[in-house]
């Protein structure tokens, strides 16, 4: 499964100037038209809802935070409960973070790899922001131009 990154979310919605617009919207209906498993975590969409609050109503953010799993045909990752407490889960998620956050990763970026880390199906990440994530997690990480360039599909 391909998790997908702020970045590309926020140029879909806010940035359709920018000069990596068409790449951008080209990796995302590539996707769908593939039916290629993608998500994105909580900390992700949250992270949207926030810069996008700046240019919405407070109903068009709840809007989008309620309908962004089927606007983008994806899931939702969580960091994992499994057998334990909430409070168990979020020392656990922290202590991941912390761990992250030690190799020179910011807090966020931090938190979504250790919550894309935990979910067995994840097994890459597309971000414009590939530098933040190189070497600094297992997941194989890509812009959505290398992607779409690896898949063969025309620029």
């Known amino acids: 499964m391909i998790l997908i990154d702020t970045d590309i979310f926020v140029i879909d919605r806010r940035y359709v100037r920018d000069a ?5 919207r080209k990796f995302l209906d590539y996707l769908r038209s593939k039916g290629i498993n993608r ?8 992270e949207v809802c926030g810069i996008m609050s700046f240019n ?11 309908g962004f799993e089927s606007i983008y045909g994806l899931k939702i990752i969580y960091p994992p409960l499994g057998n334990k407490t909430p409070e168990e889960t979020f020392d656990r998620l ?3 973070t912390l761990r992250i956050i030690l ?16 979910a067995p199906d994840v097994n890459s990440l597309i971000t414009w922001n590939a530098k933040h994530f190189l070497n600094k997690t297992k997941l194989t990480v890509q812009t959505p131009e290398a992607y779409l360039i690896a898949k063969k599909v025309p620029i």
């Open 94 to 96: 922290l202590a991941d």
């Open 56 to 66: 919405l109503s407070k109903q068009q953010v709840l809007n989008l935070l309620i």
């Open 39 to 46: 998500a994105t975590t909580i900390f992700n969409l949250y």
């Open 103 to 118: 190799e020179k990763v910011a807090f966020l970026d931090a938190l979504i790899i250790s919550t894309a880390e935990s």
């Open 20 to 24: 990596k617009f068409q790449i951008n």
